[in-house]
């Protein structure tokens, strides 16, 4: 057995073991990200069980949020469940459903593991498979999960890893690579608008038969999802039009946008400034918050790198994700003690989240 069928077949044994723990007489939750991996993955898993006759509850965590946090445990709290599923939200040593079995899956650096959660990480596999590829593996247990690898596909191309090798996404080629990729960014799209609401991609996945019937527009759920790409390469295509500020070994690229788009511009600018760490920062993504993306050409370890400059006042939400592709979200004030550590003056710091976009 090879080491690729060897994790196949933990992943599935893992999971079964712990559904087995799940009350069948209560909903089963599902709590995704709202990306394409993290979409498809709630997906797959929600499709998973309604085929196993379960009853399935599903939550996008989005903009702001976190499956960690007192609010989300307040929210949980007055909910019935008999399991649930945390997918592409990281690992963290708390649980929003205490008492309740609880299964992580998940592919980023993880945090310390929650007591008493199953938690099947893909992080350390070589290479390292996507949450909806885990979700994919763990969907085998429950149902016949052929007809959805497409999902899978959608967020192994979401997540950059459509040439990492997996024989999953070879197979899902029958589906049309191109339609995949048209997919992927499509189901992207909403979660980086203004509103930050997902809801309709994932009812979009949940809904259609493959790729080429999500990019069809026929379905209902398809005009919203139209619209936030719509709205996204509007904005994308201005803040393309502002120069990085260069300080030692970083780039920073800082415009205000109510849309997330920081990721794509960074990773845009990774291409041209191969020499440099580059930071993308958004002032206009949410009130009273800096968010930024971090990446590089170089194989440099990004998540190390933001642990050696964290400053004082930085949450959760600083500094996870994978070693290449990181970020993270400050308060203003936290912001310029940030900055001014990596060398930056007041060309960088945020008096408040008006502030005016930097354009030398």
């Known amino acids: 057995m090879n080491a690729a069928t060897s994790a196949r077949n933990e992943t599935a044994s893992a999971f079964a073991l712990a559904v087995e723990t799940f009350d069948r007489t209560k909903p089963v939750w599902i709590l995704g990200h709202n990306d394409a991996d993290g979409l498809s993955a709630t997906a797959l898993f929600a499709r998973a069980f309604e085929a196993a006759g379960w009853e399935v509850r599903t939550r996008i965590v989005g903009r702001g949020e976190s499956p960690w946090s007192d609010a989300m445990r307040a929210e949980l709290a007055r909910e019935l469940a008999g399991g649930v599923i945390i997918t592409d939200l990281g690992v963290r040593d708390a649980l929003p459903k205490p008492g309740v079995p609880t299964v992580v899956v998940d592919h980023h650096v993880p945090g310390a593991p929650p007591a008493g959660a ?102 209902p759920e398809a005009a919203a999802v139209l619209a936030a790409r719509a709205e996204v390469r509007r904005e994308l295509e201005a803040a393309r039009r502002v120069g990085p500020v260069v300080r030692g070994e970083v780039a920073l690229i800082r415009f205000a946008s109510p849309t997330q788009i920081h990721p794509l511009i960074a990773q845009q600018w990774r291409g041209r400034l191969r020499d440099k760490i580059v930071m993308a920062a958004n002032t206009a993504y949410r009130p009273g918050w800096v968010h930024f993306a971090v990446r590089s050409a170089e194989d440099r370890d990004l998540v190390g790198f933001l642990a050696e400059h964290r400053p004082p006042g930085a949450d959760e939400m600083y500094g996870s994700g994978h070693r290449q592709a990181t970020g993270g979200a400050l308060r203003p004030e936290d912001w310029n003690v940030f900055v001014a550590g990596l060398g930056f003056g007041a060309e960088a710091t945020v008096p408040d989240t008006s502030a005016p976009e930097i354009t030398a």
């Open 118 to 219: 199953t938690v099947i990480s893909g992080h350390g596999q070589d290479p390292i498979p996507t949450s909806s590829l885990l979700a994919f593996w763990c969907a085998g247990v429950l149902a016949d999960a052929e007809p959805w690898l497409w999902l899978a596909a959608v967020g192994l191309i979401g997540d950059m890893a459509e040439k990492a090798g997996f024989p999953e996404m070879e197979a899902a080629r029958r589906f049309g690579v191109t339609a995949l990729r048209e997919a992927a960014a499509l189901v992207n799209a909403p979660r980086r608008s203004a509103s930050g609401d997902a809801t309709p991609a994932l009812r979009l996945l949940m809904a259609a038969d493959g790729p080429k019937d999500v990019l069809s527009g026929e379905r």
